[in-house]
């Protein structure tokens, strides 16, 4: 069965860019122009995916987020034009589960959009993961970096797969402490630090100068490619 995504942008030229390249990947693709709008959607038929865009008219994005957070679990991609620290903070923190910064290609928003729904529509078991030279075999539960097989504990395995799923994307302590469950029921936030140090042990060239799983100051981690 088809995805069906809601794109809620209120640029229409820019929200049938978007209609197009995500139909052309086989999404059924509703566009809307503001936040109750968007609201409105949402409640009569719940998206496998909702497209939100921060700065629209009526109800902003974030408030939009905040209110669906409150009555539904449905994945949301943000769009934002700011790129600032605290900004990419409230989009997280107001129930997104991704973000873009505007100006995007409407490919990369095709590519994280697929990403999510890859895993909020439970398919992440069939997947290797490749970023540069680390590999995360999801069904075997492996790991190799540089070649070498790198041995994880449970919690450490189900962020680095989480964190592979989306190179380069920041995720929140909260996040990935939220990757976590299940495996780790009595973890606090604090414990994502001791076990990204002991990934950085085991997948960095360098750990004291991590290339692969990088800090953003005040945000969180984010993984990427690292040395060639």
Same mark, same amino acid.
Do not use: W
């Given at each position: 069965?088809? @995805?069906? %995504?809601?794109?809620?942008? /209120? +640029?229409?030229?820019?929200?049938?860019?978007?209609? &197009?390249? !995500?139909? =052309?990947?086989?999404?059924?693709?509703?566009?809307?122009?503001?936040?109750?709008?968007?609201?409105?959607?949402?409640?009569?038929?719940?998206?496998?995916?909702?497209?939100?865009?921060?700065?629209?008219?009526?109800?902003?994005?974030?408030?939009?987020?905040?209110?669906?957070?409150?009555?539904?679990?449905?994945?949301?991609?943000?769009?934002?034009?700011?790129?600032?620290?605290?900004?990419?903070? @409230?989009? %997280?923190?107001?129930?997104? /589960? +991704?973000?873009?910064?505007?100006?995007?290609?409407? &490919?990369? !928003?095709? =590519?994280?959009?697929?990403?999510?729904?890859?895993?909020?529509?439970?398919?992440?078991?069939?997947?290797?993961?490749?970023?540069?030279?680390?590999?995360?075999?999801?069904?075997?539960?492996?790991?190799?970096?540089?070649?070498?097989?790198?041995?994880?504990?449970?919690?450490?395995?189900?962020?680095?797969?989480?964190?592979?799923?989306?190179?380069?994307?920041?995720?929140?302590?909260?996040?990935?402490?939220?990757?976590?469950?299940?495996?780790?029921?009595?973890?606090?936030?604090?414990?994502?630090?001791?076990?990204?140090?002991?990934?950085?042990?085991?997948?960095?060239?360098?750990?004291?100068?991590?290339?692969?799983?990088?800090?953003?100051?005040?945000?969180?981690?984010?993984?990427?490619?690292?040395?060639?």
């Amino acid at each position: 069965m088809s @995805a069906y %995504l809601l794109v809620a942008e /209120d +640029d229409r030229g820019q929200a049938e860019v978007l209609r &197009r390249y !995500l139909s =052309a990947e086989g999404y059924d693709t509703v566009v809307v122009h503001d936040g109750r709008a968007a609201l409105d959607q949402v409640r009569r038929r719940r998206p496998d995916l909702l497209v939100l865009d921060v700065m629209m008219p009526g109800l902003d994005g974030l408030t939009v987020a905040r209110v669906l957070r409150a009555e539904s679990t449905v994945p949301i991609l943000m769009l934002t034009a700011r790129a600032g620290e605290d900004d990419l903070l @409230a989009g %997280l923190d107001g129930g997104a /589960d +991704d973000y873009l910064t505007k100006p995007y290609s409407p &490919r990369e !928003l095709t =590519a994280r959009a697929r990403a999510l729904l890859r895993r909020t529509r439970g398919r992440t078991e069939e997947l290797v993961l490749t970023v540069g030279r680390l590999v995360v075999d999801v069904a075997r539960h492996q790991v190799e970096a540089d070649g070498n097989p790198v041995s994880c504990t449970p919690g450490e395995f189900a962020i680095l797969a989480a964190m592979a799923e989306q190179p380069d994307r920041v995720f929140t302590r909260a996040q990935l402490l939220e990757r976590t469950r299940g495996v780790e029921r009595d973890s606090v936030e604090r414990s994502i630090d001791v076990h990204v140090l002991n990934l950085r042990r085991k997948i960095e060239p360098n750990p004291k100068r991590p290339a692969r799983l990088v800090t953003v100051y005040g945000i969180g981690y984010k993984l990427t490619a690292g040395p060639a």
